[in-house]
């Protein structure tokens, strides 16, 4: 380790002191000025990350649905995952130390983790759209070229393009090709075979209007429009042209707000779906003939994919574990419906991706979704190798048919993170393949009325919470009053958690009709702010 090139390359990206930032399931996340010493030390850790498991690491620079003026980093592991907890941990460290502790803490991180400074590193950086972010992504490749890393800059992509590219370096291109052509290639061959024997072939196309939130997605579905048969048309909105990213449009607006974004034009009936701003999340909607608004959150989507690979997994006469992954956030209908209807273990992980990946890799085939629309689908390699043998050496027909189709399934699908072009084009096959519009899929099951709230607390630590955050232990006796409150309507179920970011506490209540899980939603954070330390005024009654 060259202390003195780290030196005065730090020297550039001065920390501002006293500041301090927790990473966490999103990385980094602030205000984009405040940012340019965490991307010089993400770069830097980068390498060491590198270094230690002799692989490609990856560096976003993204902050997702966040206004414009926030920015993130994330850093990516080898197979195209999350970062492991204890790397989190020294990004934390590595990130907050001042100016003359910075040497003692890269390290300590060396020793820690018996990081061999010989090793070569090579890091692969992308970067969303943002006005911050060509500049911020120059950092990074200054704590790179500090340690001696090598390099490469894909520029502008979307945050799972970048997962993908670091999932097929580090396994020698037997999960693709390291471009962005090679990522279009791989996901509209799969399309293609897909849907050769849907009706849409036959009898016309689909059209699909996709609000990309003014974000890196419509940059990108430009790209791969030149790739799609002609079966599946897409038409573009919220493109970056007009608007600001994020604002008043993408899919956690439209989540949040059970509205249609502003810049998309929506008439009854017609199919579309909304990407955020880095292009890892997406929710569907429509408007029916009354006029109501309509939306198909993650629950829908893991519905609606999971009961398609099932299918699938029965034709083929294969004994492989499927299972659901959701968070205590899934609409209790489609956990029922999943359960008791279609007959599949579902699984409840903490709130985050990374809880949720860990937990479907434990299945042959594990779908996971958060309400929001980020998710995906992870296949075992032995499943993989099960599906393809017999896509190959089948005699039976049908058998070998299934086989084939939940083979272009798994090209079709970008396994290392949710991807909102990659969900796109499953859900568009799906739908073609089993001849559904929205309002077929929508009737698979109805969502039980629920309401999120939220409760500003002197310090959320004082809420602590077991059973993947469905049960509160602390404060004594909150838990005990939802229950007896929960005890008193018709499918009702509530639960509370401490935010990730802020002090306040979120609530989450669903019932049989809208006004009781409003009333709910009220009683509970009526709890929570007397026995939690709420601080402000008393929550109001919902309308």
Request: with cysteine; aromatic share 6%; proline share 3%.
């Amino acid at each position: 380790m060259d202390a003195d090139t780290i030196t005065k390359y730090s020297a550039l990206h001065t920390k501002p002191p006293g500041l301090s930032y927790q990473y966490g399931t999103a990385g980094f996340r602030t205000k984009a000025e405040n940012l340019d010493h965490t991307m010089f030390r993400m770069g830097l850790l980068a390498v060491l990350r590198s270094k230690q498991t002799k692989s490609t690491i990856g560096v976003m620079v993204t902050a997702s649905h966040n206004p414009e003026e926030d920015n993130g980093v994330k850093l990516i592991d080898p197979l195209g995952e999350m970062l492991a907890p204890s790397w989190e941990e020294h990004a934390t460290s590595l990130t907050n130390a001042e100016e003359p502790e910075l040497l003692t803490v890269l390290s300590n991180i060396c020793r820690k983790e018996a990081v061999d400074l010989q090793h070569n590193a090579f890091v692969v950086i992308g970067r969303d759209t943002r006005s911050s972010s060509k500049k911020l992504s120059e950092s990074v490749i200054d704590g790179v070229s500090a340690l001696g890393g090598q390099y490469h800059d894909y520029g502008l992509v979307t945050t799972p393009q970048l997962h993908y590219m670091v999932c097929c370096r580090n396994t020698h291109g037997n999960y693709g090709t390291a471009t962005v052509e090679g990522y279009y290639q791989k996901l509209s061959r799969a399309f293609t075979e897909l849907t050769k024997q849907a009706d849409i072939q036959r009898d016309g196309h689909v059209c699909l209007k996709i609000d990309c939130a003014n974000g890196i997605g419509a940059l990108k579905l430009k790209e791969l429009e030149h790739y799609l048969p002609g079966c599946l048309r897409i038409h573009i909105d919220n493109d970056g042209l007009k608007g600001n990213l994020n604002h008043l449009c993408g899919a956690d607006f439209v989540k949040v707000h059970q509205k249609p974004p502003a810049g998309l034009e929506m008439k009854m009936g017609e199919r579309c779906c909304s990407f955020d701003g880095d292009a890892d999340r997406i929710v569907y909607y429509y408007i029916d003939a009354a006029g109501c608004f309509h939306l198909l959150d993650g629950d829908k989507i893991a519905t609606l994919i999971s009961t398609f690979l099932k299918e699938l997994l029965v034709k083929t006469g294969q004994t492989l574990t499927l299972a659901i992954i959701q968070t205590a956030y899934a609409n209790g209908s489609s956990t029922r419906y999943l359960e008791e209807t279609m007959k599949v273990p579902v699984h409840c992980a903490k709130t985050g991706v990374k809880h949720l990946h860990h937990k479907a890799q434990e299945f042959d085939v594990g779908v996971y979704f958060e309400a929001n629309g980020h998710g995906t689908v992870l296949f075992s390699k032995a499943a993989e190798e099960k599906i393809k043998y017999q896509a190959e050496n089948e005699k039976d027909n049908r058998k070998r048919e299934a086989a084939k189709m939940l083979e272009n399934m798994i090209d079709l699908i970008n396994q290392t993170v949710g991807d909102a072009i990659s969900d796109m084009l499953v859900i568009e096959a799906i739908l073609a393949l089993k001849n559904f519009t929205l309002q077929q899929w929508d009737a698979i099951y109805t969502d039980l009325p629920n309401r999120q709230l939220k409760v500003k607390v002197a310090d959320r630590r004082v809420i602590d919470t077991t059973d993947a955050e469905r049960q509160a232990v602390t404060p004594p006796g909150l838990q005990e009053k939802i229950d007896a409150l929960v005890k008193k309507i018709k499918w009702a179920r509530a639960f509370v958690r401490p935010s990730g970011t802020e002090d306040v506490v979120r609530v989450y209540a669903e019932a049989d009709t809208q006004e009781n899980a409003d009333n709910l939603a009220y009683e509970v954070s009526l709890a929570v702010y007397h026995l939690a330390g709420g601080v402000g005024e008393e929550p109001k009654s919902i309308g």
